[in-house]
């Protein structure tokens, strides 16, 4: 299920600022072959080319939802709509959050050389072209939410404050990764609102989980870039961690494993059998052996490595869903 299975070490900039790819989009994708030439420079600003972040923005989404379904045992017609909607307003939101965070980063962006091939840094946009492209993105993924409850619709207006505020977490902290984390898993909130109508504390455990598996794969991810990031002066926690990485990838691993069985334990207690919670658990359980492979195959100064770790979290985040909806047969 990876995007790459075999991923190669990132292609130079020049070579693929001269075709106009990027430099770390995932070899032969569909945008770089079928997009109309003209959209593709916008698409690539959306990472259209870089499917991974919309599967890690959608995963939590889902995830509150079948653990909604798991304590109230209400499915509906309606779900099967919210399932749908997660994806789409994932494929959205994602495109208009990078969309901003490349605007304020571009001149960041110039400097580092995994990232100066995007659209902004290489000319392929101007800025004035990509605030115009955001607001498409955003409005389109308003029109989504709309269609949700009215407590559903205030949570997704107030996930714009982590959006808007990440890209800048980097110059003033060296847990940017954290903002990401408070961004990224916000649809798991926000969909157990919409399909139960009120927040509840499982939900809440469930969105910190995620905020611990985003502080693990986005710490791996940031690896890629820590000497380029050093020169110019931009805070990780991978520059944070330095050589002490694997000891706290080990620790986001276990907090990430300990509050989703938390938020399990919490969804399934009021209403659904001792067999479902049973079943619901071994998704955290599963999820945190495949963390652990990622961590044994983990090299802080190999960035190809790096990338393909980051990119198999798309499998790590379908682990736990899988055995979440198969809890709802029991």
């Known amino acids: ?27 032969g994708n ?26 890690l923005l959608l995963i939590p989404c889902w995830w509150g939802l079948a653990l909604a ?4 045992q209400s499915p509906r017609w309606s779900d099967l709509w919210l399932i749908v ?9 994602r495109g208009a959050g990078c969309t901003w965070n490349d605007i304020t980063d571009r001149d960041i962006d110039g400097s580092v050389e995994r990232t100066r091939s995007r659209p902004i840094p290489s000319g392929q946009v101007s800025v004035r ?21 009215a407590a559903a619709i205030r949570m997704g207006v107030l996930a714009l404050l982590p959006v808007a505020i990440y890209p800048f977490a980097k110059r003033f902290t060296w847990w940017p990764q954290v903002f990401l984390g408070l961004a990224f898993n916000w649809g798991a909130l926000m969909i157990w609102v919409a399909h139960t109508g009120s927040l509840a504390a499982p939900a809440v455990v469930l969105y910190l989980a995620g905020i611990a598996w985003t502080l693990f794969y986005d710490t791996i991810y940031a690896h890629q870039d820590a000497e380029d990031d050093a020169l110019i002066g931009v805070k990780s926690t991978a520059r944070l961690f330095a050589e002490k990485s694997p000891q706290w990838l080990r620790r986001f691993l276990m907090a990430t494993v300990g509050l989703m069985g938390l938020a399990v334990i919490f969804a399934a ?9 049973a079943i619901a658990l071994i998704g955290p359980w599963a999820m945190g052996w495949h963390m652990a492979w990622q961590l044994r195959g983990f090299d802080a100064n190999d960035a190809g490595k790096c990338l ?17 909806a198969a809890s709802l047969l029991a």
């Open 30 to 55: 569909w945008v770089d072959r079928l997009a109309p030439e003209w959209s593709r420079p916008y698409l690539r600003l959306s990472r259209a080319d870089r499917p991974i972040g919309t599967w």
């Open 1 to 27: 299920m990876q995007d790459n299975p075999a991923v190669p070490e990132a292609e130079p900039a020049e070579n693929a600022s001269a075709r106009g790819t990027v430099a770390d989009a995932v070899s």
């Open 269 to 277: 207690l009021p209403n659904a059998s001792g067999l479902a919670m």
């Open 85 to 93: 909607a997660c994806a789409l307003g994932a494929f959205l939101m």
């Open 129 to 149: 072209g990509a605030l115009v492209w955001m607001c498409i993105q955003a409005l389109l993924a308003f029109l989504i939410l709309l269609t949700f409850n």
């Open 308 to 324: 393909q770790l980051f990119r198999v979290n798309r499998d790590t985040g379908m682990i736990p869903l899988v055995f979440f």
């Open 69 to 72: 379904i798991l304590y109230d």
